[in-house]
């Protein structure tokens, strides 16, 4: 897949506000916040969308979102709630080719989505 500009976060080469790393996951605060808590939950591996996700990265997806609720637990917003987003290519408004996990939290969110 094509690089991303979260390829460049991931190696320290542009600035973010990080709240999480392991060997395989990055976290930080998204740029553009959409809720008073707004992180994205990456994997360190270049896996451009949901679709690219295949049985050995099934584990690593795991711990994508057991990471967002130790950080929402973390953040304080577990037990009030939030909400986990993966966009999907251009009907799911995905604007960057790095799989991502939103964690959005802090207020109350709309159902259905728009
Ligand atoms: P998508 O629309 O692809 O699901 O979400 C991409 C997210 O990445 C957006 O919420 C956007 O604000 C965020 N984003 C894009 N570029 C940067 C950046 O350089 N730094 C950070 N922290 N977030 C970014």
Redesign the pocket.
């Known amino acids: 897949m094509a690089e991303t500009?979260?390829s460049?976060?991931i190696r320290r080469e542009?600035?973010?506000?990080i709240v999480y790393e392991d060997e395989s996951v990055l976290a930080?605060?998204?740029?553009?916040?959409?809720a008073p808590v707004?992180i994205?939950v990456i994997p360190k591996a270049e896996i451009a969308t949901t679709n690219d996700v295949s049985p050995e990265h099934e584990t690593l997806v795991g711990h994508l979102v057991h990471v967002a609720s130790l950080i929402a637990a973390r953040e304080g917003i577990a037990e009030e709630g939030y909400r986990l987003?993966?966009?999907c290519n251009a009907n799911?408004?995905?604007?960057?080719?790095?799989l991502?996990l939103?964690l959005l939290g802090g207020r109350k969110m709309s159902w259905p989505p728009g």
């Open positions: 500009i979260f460049k976060i542009i600035p973010a506000d930080f605060r998204d740029i553009a916040p959409r707004h994205l987003v993966f966009n799911g408004g995905q604007a960057v080719n790095h991502h939103h």
